[in-house]
Protein backbone atom coordinates (compact mmCIF):
# COMPACT_ATOMS: atom_id res chain seq x y z
CA UNK A 1 0.00 0.00 0.00
CA UNK A 2 1.40 3.45 -1.07
CA UNK A 3 -0.95 5.35 0.28
CA UNK A 4 -0.29 7.30 3.13
CA UNK A 5 3.57 6.85 2.88
CA UNK A 6 4.38 7.53 -1.14
CA UNK A 7 0.99 9.77 -1.35
CA UNK A 8 -1.60 11.14 0.07
CA UNK A 9 -4.86 12.01 -1.10
CA UNK A 10 -5.66 16.25 -0.54
CA UNK A 11 -9.27 16.04 -2.14
CA UNK A 12 -11.65 13.62 -4.03
CA UNK A 13 -14.04 15.15 -6.11
CA UNK A 14 -16.77 13.73 -9.22
CA UNK A 15 -16.35 15.45 -12.47
CA UNK A 16 -17.99 14.55 -15.67
CA UNK A 17 -19.13 11.05 -14.53
CA UNK A 18 -15.38 10.20 -13.28
CA UNK A 19 -14.03 10.71 -9.75
CA UNK A 20 -11.03 12.96 -9.54
CA UNK A 21 -8.64 12.66 -7.44
CA UNK A 22 -6.11 15.40 -6.42
CA UNK A 23 -3.21 13.73 -5.01
CA UNK A 24 0.71 14.61 -3.18
CA UNK A 25 3.73 12.98 -3.71
CA UNK A 26 6.03 12.11 -1.07
CA UNK A 27 9.40 13.45 -2.47
CA UNK A 28 11.50 12.22 0.12
CA UNK A 29 10.10 8.92 0.14
CA UNK A 30 13.08 5.95 0.40
CA UNK A 31 11.60 5.02 -3.58
CA UNK A 32 13.56 8.03 -4.90
CA UNK A 33 16.66 7.21 -3.11
CA UNK A 34 17.06 4.46 -6.00
CA UNK A 35 15.02 5.36 -8.81
CA UNK A 36 17.14 7.23 -9.75
CA UNK A 37 19.68 9.31 -7.07
CA UNK A 38 19.83 13.02 -8.21
CA UNK A 39 17.34 12.45 -10.43
CA UNK A 40 13.83 10.92 -9.11
CA UNK A 41 11.26 9.23 -11.34
CA UNK A 42 7.77 8.14 -10.36
CA UNK A 43 8.09 4.40 -11.21
CA UNK A 44 5.76 3.51 -13.83
CA UNK A 45 4.57 0.08 -11.51
CA UNK A 46 3.87 2.91 -8.33
CA UNK A 47 1.47 4.86 -11.17
CA UNK A 48 -0.18 1.74 -11.55
CA UNK A 49 -0.44 0.88 -7.58
CA UNK A 50 -1.34 4.41 -7.48
CA UNK A 51 -4.82 4.15 -9.69
CA UNK A 52 -5.71 0.73 -8.09
CA UNK A 53 -5.56 2.25 -4.50
CA UNK A 54 -7.74 5.26 -5.62
CA UNK A 55 -10.05 2.61 -7.49
CA UNK A 56 -10.21 0.75 -4.06
CA UNK A 57 -11.36 3.95 -2.08
CA UNK A 58 -14.21 4.57 -4.37
CA UNK A 59 -15.47 1.31 -4.35
CA UNK A 60 -14.67 0.55 -0.86
CA UNK A 61 -13.21 -2.82 -2.01
CA UNK A 62 -9.81 -4.44 -2.10
CA UNK A 63 -9.06 -5.13 -6.06
CA UNK A 64 -6.69 -7.72 -7.56
CA UNK A 65 -5.55 -6.62 -11.28
CA UNK A 66 -6.53 -9.11 -13.57
CA UNK A 67 -5.85 -7.18 -16.76
CA UNK A 68 -4.16 -4.03 -18.26
CA UNK A 69 -5.63 -3.16 -21.98
CA UNK A 70 -3.42 -0.02 -22.10
CA UNK A 71 -1.04 1.74 -20.43
CA UNK A 72 0.84 4.69 -22.11
CA UNK A 73 3.24 6.96 -20.24
CA UNK A 74 3.57 9.94 -21.90
CA UNK A 75 5.61 12.13 -19.81
CA UNK A 76 8.11 11.45 -16.67
CA UNK A 77 6.50 11.89 -13.16
CA UNK A 78 9.21 13.64 -10.99
CA UNK A 79 7.82 14.53 -7.73
CA UNK A 80 9.79 18.22 -7.40
CA UNK A 81 8.10 18.96 -10.76
CA UNK A 82 4.85 17.81 -10.33
CA UNK A 83 4.37 17.01 -6.25
CA UNK A 84 0.56 17.14 -6.86
CA UNK A 85 -1.14 15.02 -9.85
CA UNK A 86 -4.77 14.20 -10.75
CA UNK A 87 -5.66 10.55 -11.32
CA UNK A 88 -9.11 10.88 -12.86
CA UNK A 89 -11.37 7.39 -12.34
CA UNK A 90 -13.89 6.22 -14.32
CA UNK A 91 -15.00 3.06 -12.97
CA UNK A 92 -17.62 0.47 -15.35
CA UNK A 93 -18.98 -2.83 -13.53
CA UNK A 94 -18.98 -5.97 -16.45
CA UNK A 95 -21.30 -8.63 -16.38
CA UNK A 96 -18.66 -10.80 -15.01
CA UNK A 97 -18.40 -9.23 -11.76
CA UNK A 98 -15.33 -8.07 -12.85
CA UNK A 99 -14.89 -3.90 -12.94
CA UNK A 100 -13.12 -2.14 -16.02
CA UNK A 101 -11.13 1.13 -14.98
CA UNK A 102 -10.04 4.18 -17.29
CA UNK A 103 -7.89 6.17 -15.78
CA UNK A 104 -5.63 9.09 -16.71
CA UNK A 105 -2.58 10.97 -14.26
CA UNK A 106 -2.44 14.74 -15.29
CA UNK A 107 -1.20 17.83 -13.84
CA UNK A 108 -3.82 19.36 -11.14
CA UNK A 109 -4.33 21.74 -14.24
CA UNK A 110 -5.18 19.06 -16.68
CA UNK A 111 -2.44 20.79 -18.83
CA UNK A 112 -0.17 17.84 -18.79
CA UNK A 113 -0.76 14.15 -19.23
CA UNK A 114 1.63 11.92 -17.39
CA UNK A 115 -0.69 8.63 -18.20
CA UNK A 116 -3.48 7.00 -19.58
CA UNK A 117 -4.57 4.04 -18.55
CA UNK A 118 -7.49 1.03 -19.03
CA UNK A 119 -7.41 -2.19 -16.64
CA UNK A 120 -9.40 -5.06 -15.22
CA UNK A 121 -9.93 -5.34 -11.62
CA UNK A 122 -11.54 -8.45 -9.77
CA UNK A 123 -12.69 -7.75 -6.01
CA UNK A 124 -10.58 -10.00 -3.74
CA UNK A 125 -12.76 -11.69 -1.53
Do not use: W
Not at 25 to 52: E, L, W
Not at 56 to 76: D, N, P, Q, T
Not at 85 to 104: H, P, R, T, V, Y
Amino acid sequence: MLKGDFFTIEQISEKDGQTVFLTVMNASHDIYKGHFPGDPICPGVCNIQTIRECAEIKLGKKLKIESIAHCKFAALITPQACPKLLISLLLENKEDGNIMAIAKITSPDESILYLEYKGEYSIEQ
